[in-house]
């Protein structure tokens, strides 16, 4: 059950685009279809904001996209927004009959 | 309004024991896997634990195994999570989430703190 790995920090100017990495291991990320992130204000709950690695859930801006590739997932955020500035963490299943799951450590996204 | 209400967080010593409870609203809790994830203070969010829709499968993170017992009650629509032994690594903001195929309802939080 270890985590998964995210940059600590990346940062764009409003109108930008910036991409979030979330590496894993061929038992989560790289093994189900099943990444999800989560953006979180501070003192808020998180909020999902892509699931099953690129669908996005109602209501969620299509700046916003993901994808794969192998052991690594990716976040997107296409023409910055100074409310999308905050706290974003991947995630995985590790297995899909027992739906276990494993965050990645969190990314600050700053809006310059 | 679909809804999860967490309560039951507070104070409590080490080596103490605290129930968290989850209310859902605007939903069947029946037809859904729930899953209990807690955030440190100042830290990422860490899975504590799931139960599969009918309550016959639960699965827990390592560090809480033998000590944290979740469940839940269809008729009330509410998911609960038995936490015993507490230490101090064990404070944070817990919160419970409606799964899967993703964490797709969060509710607010309860925070629980350890301390002597």
């Known amino acids: 059950q270890s985590a998964l790995t995210q940059p600590a920090s990346v940062s764009g100017s409003p109108g930008q685009s910036i991409t979030i990495s979330c590496t894993g291991t061929?038992?989560?990320?790289?093994?189900?279809?099943?990444v999800s992130w989560y953006q979180q204000h501070p003192d808020k709950a998180p909020k999902l904001m892509i699931y099953?690695?690129?669908h996005r859930p109602s209501g969620v801006s299509n700046r916003f996209s993901g994808s794969k590739s192998g052991n690594t997932a990716s976040l997107t955020i296409s023409g910055l927004l100074p409310e999308d500035e905050a706290d974003y963490y991947c995630?995985?299943?590790?297995?899909?009959?027992?739906?276990?799951?494993?965050f990645g450590g969190g990314t600050k996204l700053t809006v310059l | 309004e679909v809804q999860l209400v967490e309560s039951g967080g507070g104070l409590v010593q080490p080596g103490g024991s605290l129930r968290l409870s989850c209310a859902a609203s605007g939903f069947n809790l029946s037809i859904y896997w729930m899953s209990w994830v807690r955030q440190a203070p100042g830290k990422g969010l860490e899975w504590v634990a799931n139960?599969?829709?009918?309550?016959?499968?639960?699965y827990y993170v390592d560090s809480v195994k033998g000590r944290f017992s979740i469940s839940r009650d269809n008729a009330k629509n509410s998911l609960y999570l038995q936490m015993n032994s507490l230490r101090a690594e064990d404070a944070a903001v817990y919160y419970c989430a409606r799964s899967p195929p993703a964490l797709d309802i969060w509710g607010q939080g309860t925070m629980v703190t350890v301390s002597s």
């Open positions: 995630s995985s299943y590790t297995s899909s009959s027992t739906f276990e799951v494993v």
């Open positions: 061929s038992s989560d990320v790289g093994g189900y279809n099943y």
């Open positions: 099953d690695v690129s």
């Open positions: 139960i599969k829709e009918d309550g016959t499968e639960k």
